[in-house]
């Protein structure tokens, strides 16, 4: 696209996320994830007339919670609003949230970039109910269930301080983490407690003032969000280089096409009547609280990944993959200190654990006292990393003591010149078409004899001997 160099994305994210309280935010019922339609209601969550709300304390906890992990002023004093609009999934016709003074404000998060570490800004984190949810079908019509109606929510709204969908992910796999961390929500997109909606606008390079947003809705899964903003992005510019003018509206991204479509013009925060809701108190919180919380927290995935990195030379890009969960976190650094080569521990989970089903159950299925003396035999070259990977996956599926294996079936790397040798000559001898191929100059050729003498050695020859002995007696022909 032609001009698409002269412009700047700039974006915000709005990311609701259900707190995992045992029950709803102003009332007792249940939370439950796909529980029976409607059995997790009353008449508090239903907005019968003449009910009346009561704070669940849980609830402001985990938002006081998630407000310290992410940096923000904590409100000592906030409180709740009407936000009036009607839509059939808010039975009382309006939702009980924070406007004017939510519970925290002005954070940041940070997030590892290319170029290094970036800081996004956090504007504040709102505590409200969520509404129910609609269920449109072909047979019945639309159908409600109100179960979700009244769990508690909080929305983390970000500064525009994202330039790019990588960023928007890393924002978001971030903040994910850290709530998880936190202990406050069990994140899952597909179940839609976590959901991200995105205001993004472009302006020319150079040019300070933004330009005019548009929100996009309905984006559950990290690889929709990096599409829709792709495509939002490059519609925007094309709509201003043909000369015409970005209307602040709500988007839909459509799936199949990856196209966003428009919904509807963007209310204005005046369009919902706000007021403060005459049927709860204010929200205090005393600084003891605040101390309390902060001294229960988890260590963070930033300050860890940092750890790494200074204790274990291990890659902060790397870091950051190895902080996500927190089980295989906790985990790491119990096995870490028990091998002389942490780095090699890191690169396993890596490069081998990640890459099986569930690889998030590594601390059941592996004990850190085996998974090191692996580490320990792979770094000081007593087998090698094809013998290596074999063990692991052999671990993964019985925790067994690798060095006990080795011992018992022999796996031992040979570093033996002469046995190798031996290997490599049969291999010769067995390849005479590469042994031409490599005299016609193809020296790719060497490789598939090196493939084979590691075969005739069971695997267990040094890899680096091999091919240095190949070259050797090819030379010789
Ligand atoms: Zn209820």
Redesign the pocket.
């Known amino acids: 696209m032609k001009y698409i160099n002269d412009y700047e994305l700039c974006a915000g994210l709005e990311v609701h996320v259900e707190l995992k309280t045992k029950t709803?935010i102003f009332?007792?019922?249940k939370t439950d994830f796909g529980a029976e339609p409607n059995t997790?209601?009353?008449p508090?969550?239903?907005g019968h007339p003449g009910t009346l709300p009561t704070l669940n304390e849980r609830a402001v906890e985990y938002a006081l919670r998630a407000g310290l992990c992410l940096n923000c002023r904590i409100s000592e004093l906030s409180g709740f609003d009407r936000k009036n609009y009607f839509y059939p999934d808010l039975p009382k016709a309006y939702q009980i949230s924070q406007y004017e003074k939510p519970i925290c404000e002005g954070g940041f998060l940070s997030i590892e970039t290319e170029s290094g570490e970036k800081k996004i800004g956090i504007t504040r984190i709102h505590m409200e109910e969520d509404a129910g949810k609609l269920l449109h079908t072909k047979e019945r019509g639309t159908l409600i269930d109100y179960n979700r109606a009244?769990v508690p929510l909080i929305e983390i709204v970000s500064e525009p301080d994202i330039r790019s969908p990588e960023e928007a992910v890393a924002y978001l796999r971030e903040l994910r983490s850290i709530l998880l961390y936190a202990g406050v929500s069990d994140c899952k997109m597909n179940e839609g407690s976590l959901r991200c909606d995105v205001n993004l606008s472009v302006r020319k390079k150079g040019v300070a003032e933004m330009g005019t947003r548009c929100e996009l809705k309905n984006l559950n899964s990290f690889k929709f969000i990096e599409k829709a903003m792709e495509y939002e992005y490059r519609r925007q510019i094309e709509v201003l280089e043909g000369g015409g003018e970005i209307v602040q509206e709500t988007r839909r991204f459509d799936e199949s096409s990856g196209k966003t479509f428009s919904m509807r013009k963007k209310e204005k925060q005046s369009d919902y009547r706000f007021f403060p809701e005459p049927d709860l108190l204010r929200v205090e919180i005393s600084e003891k609280m605040i101390a309390e919380v902060r001294s229960s927290l988890p260590v963070l995935p930033k300050e860890r990944r940092e750890k790494y990195c200074e204790s274990y030379g291990i890659p902060i890009s790397d870091g950051v993959i190895l902080t996500q969960d927190r089980k295989i976190a906790d985990w790491f650094e119990k096995a870490a200190p028990l091998t002389r080569y942490p780095k090699t521990c890191a690169n396993m989970i890596l490069s081998e654990i990640m890459a099986f089903d569930e690889s998030e159950s590594l601390p059941e299925r592996i004990s850190p006292e085996n998974m090191a003396s692996l580490c320990d035999m792979a770094g000081d070259g007593t087998i090698n990393s094809a013998v290596a990977k074999k063990l692991i996956r052999r671990m993964w599926k019985s925790d067994i003591d690798p060095e006990k294996v080795v011992a018992d079936e022999g796996l031992a790397q040979i570093r033996d010149r002469e046995t190798i040798r031996t290997f490599v000559k049969s291999a010769i001898e067995a390849m005479p078409k590469a042994v031409e191929d490599y005299k016609k100059g193809k020296e790719t050729a060497s490789r598939s004899i090196v493939g084979k003498a590691m075969g005739l050695s069971s695997g267990k020859a040094a890899p680096d001997i091999v091919a240095l002995l190949v070259e050797e007696e090819l030379l010789k022909l």
């Open positions: 709803k009332c007792s019922c997790q209601v009353c508090v969550c239903l009244g």
